[in-house]
């Protein structure tokens, strides 16, 4: 299904990782690109040629049933509330739906000259020579995977599907870091580098999916 461009960017109140492309996605590129994200979705809809907003069951990133931050374990239902309860509603346990649902939202595109979003994406990328440098070139183009949620799930989810998507086209991961992260992410295979006075690591597909089994793995939302 084809959609026109709308304002997909006010559903998005998760963590976004950026792509850092050398070079435009090539025609066949994007093909595998578009394939990639309709084998992985539940619900697929392209707004422009790749740009894509999704639902994607984390079980096809490889997340299990037993991710203990997914909220698999037993919970009181909502019908308790916060308030007290006697012993036989308290006894009334199961899994709440809230936090059930294995169907991410995300919106995921390609931005850049000729691409689609070139604002967002100069802007995005203004004055960045630390980045650069760990990169050994300037970026033309990106493609951002950005979570509409912003549960513990919704970050890994975000990390799992960025190593996908770079699979297919290629890139180096861009994240930002909150304090106390260096060590954690300097140590991980992948690493490329760390700029902007330690708020942003750049690495490989390995080094998401390394930092993402991390017991206490947060991106910056």
């Not at 299990?64 to 006697?86: A, H, V």
């Not at 995300?106 to 630390?130: I, K, Q, R, S």
């Not at 050994?136 to 989810?157: E, L, Q």
């Amino acid at each position: 299904m084809v959609e026109p461009v709308g304002l997909g960017f006010l559903g998005v109140s998760g963590p976004t990782l950026v792509i850092e492309l050398a070079e435009p996605l090539s025609p066949a590129a994007l093909r595998e690109f578009r394939a990639l994200m309709v084998g992985l979705s539940s619900r697929f809809a392209e707004k422009r040629p790749g740009f894509f907003d999704v639902n994607v069951p984390v079980e096809r990133l490889g997340v299990g049933d037993g991710w203990e931050g997914y909220g698999r374990k037993p919970s009181p239902l909502r019908l308790l509330g916060d308030g007290p309860t006697d012993e036989g509603l308290a006894a009334l346990v199961g899994f709440d739906p809230w936090r059930e649902d294995p169907h991410r939202p995300f919106l995921v595109y390609a931005m850049g000259p000729g691409v689609g979003d070139e604002t967002t994406f100069e802007a995005e990328h203004a004055d960045e020579p630390e980045v650069e440098a760990v990169l050994g070139f300037r970026p033309s183009h990106a493609v951002n995977v950005s979570a509409c949620c912003n549960r513990g799930i919704d970050h890994v989810a975000t990390a799992l599907l960025t190593a996908a998507v770079m699979d297919v086209v290629g890139g180096v991961a861009k994240a930002e870091l909150l304090d106390g992260q260096v060590p954690v992410v300097a140590g991980l295979p992948g690493v490329l580098g760390i700029a902007d006075d330690d708020r942003m690591v750049l690495g490989t597909a390995e080094f998401l999916r390394a930092w993402a089994e991390y017991p206490a793995f947060r991106l910056v939302k």
